[in-house]
């Protein structure tokens, strides 16, 4: 039977890894109901909101792969969590160049991990998981179904996330990855923290190689091209500077975040969002950029 449970809160974290995973994992994350266990792990993002308070935005574009499990719970549009059918356990989410549809969907209890740029932890060539969704199991084998398994059965988020940790240290001992000429973790954090005004030129340059080479080995590495990681950067940079504000100029936030100009801004939010910035603006969107640009840059020119 279909069971509503009316007003319920949702709680949405992101926890630094452990030390040994720090390279390759940028975050472990859970998006569930609060349970009120207590944690003495470091959480870097967290966000709660009740029932109707938030909608949950739709896939944005992101040029780093993700490791996700779902549980037998959903949070729907209407503000209610309710007992949901999995389409599939555990997911592998490749780098992504384009957001989803502007009305979202339910979203699933789940917890998972945020891999960095040219981690090799998915255990499959990025580059061919470009704009793709694909079973865990298809590259982890029944390992994949035997976590998801374990992680829905113990109880308690700690626990759960120390064996989600233990699983890929495990993975990392095993695959040994050869040690790449190019420390692409570095590049992509060069490239977030200039917010992708870095040409792709420059960045070989500073890499120390020809732009073609440059390209070739940072697409296969990550995913994507670089000029497009440029791109997805100075998108995720620019949700910073309209947070918590009233009317905004679109035109003055254009020229500030390196756009050629507004119509150049709107084209790269439809692309990358499936949203203008002004609907986004408006929304009562939840979505793990929009938090963490609000919370780490406070650039925001003012009311117009």
Known sequence: MDVTVPHAAVRYREYLPCEALRSSVGALFSF??????????????????????????????????????????????????????????????????????????????????????????????????????????????????RLWEELNTIQGEGARLALLESALVQRMALRRPAEPRMKVG???????????RLSVERIAELAGFSRQHFARVFHASVGVSPKVYCEMARFRATLGYFQGFGRIDWAQVAAAAGYADQSHMIAEFRRFSGMTPEELRRGRWFHPFIERAGRSSRKALGPA
């Open 32 to 145: 569930c109901e609060p349970d009120g266990e207590r944690t003495d792990r470091c959480i870097f993002l967290e966000l709660t909101f009740n029932s109707g308070e938030r909608d949950c935005a739709p896939t944005f574009a992101d040029g780093c792969a993700c490791i996700v499990f779902n549980f037998g719970e959903a949070y729907w549009p209407e503000g209610v969590w309710r007992p949901s059918a999995i389409d599939t356990a555990a997911v592998l989410v490749g780098p992504l160049t384009a957001g989803g549809p502007a009305q979202a969907p339910a979203r699933q209890k789940s917890m998972g991990v945020y891999l960095r740029a040219g981690s090799t932890l998915a255990g499959a060539p990025l580059r061919d998981l470009e704009n793709c969704a694909i079973p865990l199991e298809d590259v982890w084998g029944l390992e994949a179904r």
């Open 186 to 196: 570095e590049v992509a954090a060069w490239i977030q923290a200039s917010e992708g």
